[in-house]
């Protein structure tokens, strides 16, 4: 699996005339058995996408033991009261996504001396039950997490389940590009390649990678 994705990847970015190697397959080992995120370690892969707290506090101590130099990224929603334990254990979080959860990393990444990486999630849909800034205050939201010396690097979206992804993620792209962001986490198993055609630098890959989720 992990071969195919690769290969898929590579081939989107010279399709987009990209050169090989930059996107990051981020390789989402949610709700995925042990032994099925182990296969893809042995193979050599060392970006994985987490959604709880709790689960990757579980499992992620031990693998890092195991497999120096893997990285562990937050993508699912963060509440504010677990912003500390995902500060101590995350390389980079992807849904920085209100002023509540900013003005809370500012103070703990002052307390802990570090910040991990943060990319601010877009509602680029607009869709009230979905978290993420809305595309009209993005500009001040991030504006405003600089001032309080956040590291923002880039951007996240997640399009609307129905629609085209493109719109979305050129949308995306037009965010960053005005901001000065060089990175944009955008595109997941069904949508990547189309992704990769519009910029994006971190691609989020789950069930194509590790098969179907067993809950």
């Given at each position: 699996?992990?071969?195919?994705i690769?290969?898929?990847?590579?081939?989107?970015e010279?399709?987009?005339?990209r050169?090989?190697?930059?996107?990051?397959?981020?390789?989402v080992?949610k709700?995925?058995?042990?032994?099925?995120?182990?296969?893809v370690?042995?193979?050599?892969h060392?970006i994985?996408?987490e959604?709880?707290?709790?689960?990757?506090?579980?499992?992620w101590?031990?693998?890092?033991?195991?497999f120096?130099?893997?990285?562990?990224?937050?993508i699912?929603?963060?509440?504010?009261?677990?912003?500390?334990p995902?500060m101590?254990?995350?390389?980079?979080?992807?849904?920085?996504?209100?002023?509540?959860?900013a003005?809370?990393?500012?103070?703990?990444?002052?307390?802990?001396g570090?910040?991990?990486?943060l990319?601010?999630?877009v509602?680029?849909?607009?869709?009230?039950q979905?978290?993420?800034?809305?595309?009209?205050?993005?500009?001040?939201?991030?504006?405003?997490?600089?001032?309080?010396d956040?590291?923002?690097?880039?951007?996240?979206?997640?399009?609307?389940?129905?629609?085209?992804?493109?719109?979305?993620?050129e949308?995306?792209?037009?965010?960053?590009k005005?901001?000065?962001?060089?990175?944009?986490?955008?595109?997941m198993?069904?949508d990547?390649?189309?992704?990769?055609?519009?910029?994006a630098?971190?691609?989020?890959?789950?069930?194509?990678?590790?098969?179907?989720?067993?809950?």
């Open positions: 699996m992990l071969d195919d690769t290969r898929r990847i590579h081939d989107a010279r399709a987009a005339n050169a090989e190697g930059s996107v990051r397959l981020i390789a080992s709700v995925q058995p042990d032994d099925r995120v182990r296969e370690l042995e193979q050599g060392r994985f996408g959604n709880y707290v709790q689960e990757a506090q579980g499992k101590p031990a693998f890092r033991g195991d120096p130099g893997a990285k562990v990224h937050m699912g929603p963060l509440q504010t009261n677990k912003a500390k995902a101590q254990l995350f390389d980079a979080i992807h849904t920085l996504d209100r002023p509540s959860l003005n809370r990393l500012a103070r703990l990444a002052q307390e802990e570090r910040c991990p990486d990319f601010v999630q509602n680029t849909g607009s869709e009230p979905k978290a993420g800034i809305l595309p009209p205050d993005a500009d001040a939201f991030i504006a405003d997490a600089r001032a309080l956040l590291p923002v690097i880039g951007l996240m979206c997640i399009p609307p389940d129905a629609e085209d992804p493109a719109p979305h993620f949308m995306l792209a037009r965010i960053a005005r901001n000065g962001l060089a990175n944009l986490s955008m595109g198993s069904s990547f390649e189309t992704a990769i055609t519009h910029g630098t971190h691609i989020r890959v789950g069930s194509a990678l590790f098969g179907a989720r067993v809950y």
